[in-house]
Structures are given as structure tokens and as C-alpha cells.
């Protein structure tokens, strides 16, 4: 639970940084590639450390590659949400994720998740709807981007829980970090632009912050279970509310500020639960 408010916390921070290089009109393909050439070289150069190049075997090359198949898409999409939404609300739609994560711990892992918990799930979408408020006239097309991301995130997570089973973290860290380089790279013709001094100190701090953030995040989901360590991620709202007003001075609407209450509450709802109950009726 620690590495995963520990992550929770790198990769909050690491929001913010990569909204302030948005608003400098940096490209995301252009952040992402950037970031996971200096946290894909950190990572080589910290093999001679973890044994050699063995490290890297693995019998699942095939699912490493669907997971960043399907995880590429969640920077993507939503670090394209913080041009457009303030950073607590697409923050807090992307906490879709714990929802995804609990309905596809059944479905994947093999997990139980009674009634209760589905009730919370069940509640947790309707805070995310009330926070993107479709159908009225403060709703961003944008909105859809953090669900997007939250359900390719989930994913991830899904997918690192069965990989850890037989994989080390720091080989999901690699491959993960590895194979969405090549993708943003071979992308990144498209979107090149040169980067100013202060530019390139914020990617540095951006990846800094990702390679941190993946490692807590990878061991934690590797050692605990998914219902367990999944609300923690909750601390997010907390970063992305105070540090959207401090930099941007974003204030939630009254309507926001209600989502965040009731997706809060569910997520909460979720990790008391399964504390407390090894089955749910």
C-alpha cells in the first residue's frame, strides 16, 4: 500500500509537469517518446545491476506487447485531456480505473466481487458521469479522453497482475517503457518540434517522475491485491485538485466537487470491503 501511494504521488506530480509542457505546445507523442527514451536508457544502464541482460527473459513476449498495445493509449489519451479539461476533472474521470480494475479482476484474474462491491462500481460511473456532466452545456467532447485512458490503464494493471505471476516488475517496467518508446518514435516524425533548455528540464523531471511512479506502481500490484491497493489511488484527487489551483488556479465546479465525493466514496466503499471480507454476498 505504501509503494502504491508512493507511485500514486510520482505520477500525480508528474501530471502537472506534463500539462505545464502542453501549455508551452509541446506534443504528447513528443512528450511520451522523449520520456521513454531517458527512462528506457536509465533502465539499460541499470541492467549490469539487476544480472545481465537475463533479466529480460520472458516466456509472455506476446502479452508484454498486447499490454502496450492497449497501455499506449493511456498516456495518450490522457495527457490529450490536460490541454483541454482542468487536472481535477480529468483526474478524477480517469478513476474509471478502479472500476475497470474491480469488474476485470473477475473476468481476468479469476477474483471474487459480490454485489457490494458491483454496487460500488455501479456508483463510482455515476460520480465519473456527474464530474463530466454529458449532455450539458459545461461538458467537454474531452471528457471522453480520461474514461479512455482509465479503461487502458486498467488494463495495464490487469495485465501486470498476470504477468507479475512469473515476471519480476522491473522486466514489466522494461518492456512496457521499451515498446512504447518504439512507438512514439516511430510516430514522432510527425510531431518533432526543438525543445528549449527549460523545455528539456521539464521532460527530464517528467521522466524522473514516470520511472519512479512505474516501479512503486508495478511492485505494489505484484505483491498485494488489485481490490486492495486500487482506491489507493484515490490520493491522486487530492494532488491534482491542490496542484490545479495552485498552478492554473482551476476551482472544481459545485457539480465536480460532487463526481470526486461519490467516485471517492465508492473507491473507499471498495477497499473497506474487501479488508474486511474474504468473500461478498
Known amino acids: 500500500m505504501l509503494f502504491m501511494l508512493f507511485g500514486i504521488s510520482f505520477l500525480?506530480?508528474?501530471?502537472?509537469?506534463?500539462?505545464t509542457l502542453l501549455d508551452l505546445n509541446v506534443s504528447v507523442i513528443e512528450i511520451i517518446a522523449i520520456r521513454g527514451w531517458m527512462i528506457t536508457s536509465v533502465l539499460l544502464l541499470s541492467l549490469p545491476f539487476q544480472g545481465g541482460f537475463k533479466v529480460l527473459t520472458t516466456r509472455h513476449i506476446k502479452l508484454h506487447l498486447l499490454r502496450t498495445g492497449i497501455g499506449f493509449f493511456a498516456p495518450l489519451c490522457f495527457f490529450l485531456s490536460l490541454k483541454y479539461?482542468?487536472?481535477?476533472?480529468?483526474?478524477?474521470?480517469?478513476?474509471?480505473?478502479?472500476?475497470?480494475?474491480?469488474a476485470g479482476s473477475v473476468f481476468i484474474l479469476g477474483e471474487q466481487v459480490g454485489v457490494h462491491r458491483w454496487s460500488a462500481v455501479a456508483v463510482g460511473f455515476i460520480g465519473v458521469l456527474i464530474v463530466s456532466s454529458p449532455g450539458s452545456e459545461s461538458f467537454h467532447p474531452a471528457s471522453i479522453l480520461p474514461l479512455l485512458a482509465g479503461a487502458a490503464y486498467a488494463g495495464i494493471l490487469l495485465s501486470g497482475r498476470l504477468l507479475t505471476r512469473t515476471d519480476s516488475p522491473f522486466k514489466l517496467v522494461f518492456y512496457f517503457n521499451a515498446f512504447n518508446t518504439l512507438i512514439a518514435t516511430l510516430l514522432l516524425p510527425f510531431f518533432w518540434q526543438p525543445l528549449s533548455l527549460d523545455m528539456f528540464l521539464l521532460m527530464l523531471l517528467v521522466s524522473a517522475l514516470a520511472l519512479g511512479g512505474y516501479l512503486c506502481l508495478t511492485y505494489a500490484i505484484s505483491i498485494a491485491p488489485i481490490g486492495v491497493i486500487a482506491?489507493?489511488?484515490?490520493?491522486?484527487?487530492?494532488?491534482?485538485?491542490?496542484?490545479?489551483?495552485?498552478?492554473w488556479q482551476e476551482i472544481p465546479s459545485s457539480s465536480a466537487w460532487l463526481g470526486m465525493a461519490i467516485i471517492l466514496s465508492a473507491g473507499l466503499y471498495i477497499m473497506w470491503r474487501e479488508s474486511h471480507f474474504t468473500s461478498d454476498s
Open 12 to 19: 500525480a506530480c508528474m501530471d502537472s509537469v506534463v500539462k
Open 85 to 102: 479539461l482542468p487536472i481535477a476533472d480529468a483526474t478524477a474521470i480517469f478513476f474509471c480505473t478502479t472500476f475497470f480494475m474491480t
Open 231 to 247: 482506491p489507493i489511488e484515490y490520493i491522486a484527487l487530492i494532488w491534482a485538485t491542490i496542484l490545479g489551483y495552485v498552478f
